[in-house]
């Protein structure tokens, strides 16, 4: 509700018990109308679970599901307006794209020409024309893809839930199929919860992310929220790289603090909080905020460790180095592959690793 | 034998075309021959050629057994498959500790002789049998009734026999359905029933076709159980060929018998078999 949007989806203390385990774990959460909604997490955080749970394969033991200010509970998942397209795809091996496509109509007893006219439309949607007498067997992975999409849409459900929907394909054909689910969505205009164990295409195609771990939400935001702001060391370690670094707060003052950790020189970071003075924490910070150079420059408002480099790993559009900080902390920097191959860092090379001291994030132990 | 040899696929088949050769084609051929012979006076062969043994079949004396028989095997047919489709199911859709369990549980009739078996029938269908005595005891019953030597008798006891060939089969086809089509056709607005007839079923075809052909064939050619629970009220193919061939010593008429059933066999079971590829291919 924070943009002002209707709700789609509500969750209300959702739980959920697989054997001794919790794994859903009182869960809250609203999806508004329209949006691209992802939950990410580690396997065994639940995520999963709570798709099975909203499109009705499992019974939750405890809490509410409302898709359009109703209740699910109770409902079977042939009574939810909700459909899901599955890990697997999960089409029918018996049956043509056609039929495929056709079964939620045909269930529901759509009339005949109106399937047909439907299916038409949706073929041209996920623009798959002219295969509808193929099997399932007789497509490619991407067509299959396109196959599971079409399923799902041409019933105009309240939700579509996709479950790990990119994960059986290449990479080229991934970076496709991602632009063009955005494409889609955009076009018809539909409410999307995606569950993914791949964070960056999170990061890509939701408006919003929930981060899930042990049953529970870590934290919901935006990409940019989830990236920039993490609020725990959780978040913060999964969405994205990060470098850590061990240590403890020795003092600070309404701007800066020191950051000790054994074997490092004292690290400035900007806005700690009072309370953390003393404090067993961890301080993470991004490839893309750290600079290497081969001569010393440091201002009040940075901070410069000497560092050797490790491995130096080319990417095509970027050099990553991977470097190592005081005994036992590997980090990761970025490099511009366009550089002067000759002023390349070498593996094992003496260098200097810069970052600005607002830059650090810390997080308590 | 050297490996390139070995590449050649014709050369493995060989030892099976040798045994179906000269233990079953050879055999086949001979009572073929011996079908349009004729029965010597004393239960010998004579050398005379006669189709008098095929017009004989005709003869509407036989008329209820050939009925009989394809209706026992219809029937145990049908009702193996009632039967065994939803264990089958219930098999294919438990924990791989359980399934393990259950097939141990299918299989283990087959390792005490089926004859062993089939005289356990004997000793609870009898007139003076357990069941007979448990329902006079109890009081169901003033009288014991007759179920030695029925049809009922014959029909128990063939259903009881091959309803593992009906099982396995189908336990196999189940297995390879993915839950998750089942739970997609669930999720896409059908009902329990409707996921098993448009999705189940469909996919679960080659294996009711493999088993409906595994039961169909033993069952109506079956000798032991319409022999032993049918006696001669309840005759049947397989018992009418044993009794032509080795009481009335009438080996051309058993063997028209036998190619009789045989064609029985083939009018069922090609149909079947070609519908197992109505789907994919």
Redesign the interface.
């Known amino acids: 509700m924070i943009s002002g949007k209707n709700p789609c989806v509500q969750i209300a203390a959702l739980t959920k018990r697989h054997g001794d385990t919790l794994a859903v774990d009182g869960l809250s959460f609203e999806v508004h109308e329209n949006e691209f909604f992802s939950i990410v997490g580690p396997s065994g955080s639940g995520k999963t679970t709570t798709l099975r749970l909203i499109a009705g394969l499992l019974q939750a033991d405890r809490g509410e599901i409302f898709v359009n200010g109703q209740a699910m509970s109770g409902l079977l998942p042939n009574q939810r307006p909700v459909n899901t397209v599955f890990q697997d795809y999960a089409l029918f091996p018996h049956m043509t794209v056609w039929n495929n496509i056709a079964f939620g109509l045909r269930m529901q007893g759509v009339a005949q020409s109106d399937m047909a006219r439907r299916v038409r439309d949706v073929l041209n949607i996920v623009q798959l024309p002219g295969k509808v007498d193929r099997l399932p067997s007789e497509l490619s992975g991407g067509e299959q893809q396109r196959v599971a999409l079409a399923r799902a849409l041409i019933n105009h459900p309240a939700v579509i839930l996709l479950d790990e929907p990119l994960g059986a394909l290449d990479q080229q054909l991934r970076q496709d199929m991602q632009r063009e689910l955005k494409a889609i969505q955009a076009q018809v205009g539909v409410t999307i919860i995606c569950v993914t164990h791949h964070q960056s295409e999170a990061l890509l195609l939701s408006d919003r992310i929930a981060v899930m771990n042990k049953g529970r939400v870590e934290q919901i935001g935006t990409p940019e929220e989830l990236y920039s702001q993490p609020q725990s060391l959780f978040v913060a370690q999964f969405v994205g790289q990060s470098n850590r670094l061990e240590g403890e707060v020795l003092a600070t003052n309404e701007s800066l603090s020191v950051f000790q950790c054994p074997g490092v020189k004292p690290i400035h970071i900007f806005g700690v909080s009072q309370e953390l003075v003393g404090v067993r924490a961890m301080m993470v910070l991004r490839p893309e905020q750290l600079t290497l150079s081969r001569e010393y420059q440091c201002d009040d408002a940075e901070n410069c460790l000497e560092t050797s480099i490790d491995q130096v790993l080319y990417l095509g559009e970027a050099i990553q180095y991977v470097i190592t900080i005081g005994s036992k902390f590997s980090w990761t920097a970025r490099g511009d592959p366009q550089h002067d191959r000759t002023s390349r860092f070498r593996p094992g090379e003496k260098a200097f690793v810069k970052w600005k001291a607002q830059y650090g994030l810390l997080f308590p132990q | 034998m050297t490996v390139s040899s070995l590449r050649q696929p014709s050369l493995l088949l060989l030892p099976t075309l040798l045994v179906l050769g000269v233990f079953f084609c050879i055999p086949l051929l001979l009572m073929f021959v011996v079908s349009f012979a004729s029965r010597g006076l004393y239960g010998g062969l004579e050398w005379v050629f006669t189709v008098e043994n095929y017009q004989r079949l005709a003869d509407p004396l036989y008329w209820t057994i050939y009925g009989r028989s394809l209706f026992l095997a219809v029937t145990t047919t049908v009702v193996c498959l009632i039967i065994g489709f939803p264990l089958a199911y219930v098999m294919a859709r438990s924990s791989p500790r359980m399934q393990t369990l259950l097939l141990v549980l299918v299989m283990i009739p087959f390792w005490t002789n089926f004859l062993v078996r089939t005289y356990a029938w004997m000793f609870l269908l009898r007139t003076e049998g357990l069941f007979n005595s448990l329902f006079l005891h109890v009081g169901i019953l003033d009288a014991p009734l007759d179920l030695l030597y029925t049809n009922g008798a014959v029909f128990i006891g063939l259903v009881y026999g091959y309803l593992p060939f009906m099982i396995l089969p189908l336990y196999v086809a189940l297995e390879r359905i993915?839950p998750?089509?089942e739970?997609?056709?669930?999720?896409?607005?059908?009902?329990s029933v409707?996921v098993f007839r448009?999705?189940v079923i469909?996919?679960a075809k080659p294996g009711i076709v493999a088993g409906c052909i595994l039961v169909f064939i033993p069952s109506i050619g079956a000798f032991i159980t319409p022999h032993l629970l049918g006696g001669g009220q309840s005759m049947m193919l397989g018992t009418l060929i044993q009794h032509e061939f080795l009481v009335v010593r009438d080996w051309p008429f058993g063997s028209a018998i036998s190619f009789l059933l045989m064609l029985l066999v083939l009018v069922v079971g090609v149909p079947l078999f070609k519908g197992r590829r109505l789907?994919?291919s």
Do not use: T
């Open positions: 993915s998750s089509l739970e997609a056709a669930h999720d896409l607005y059908a009902g409707s448009h999705v469909p996919l789907w994919g």
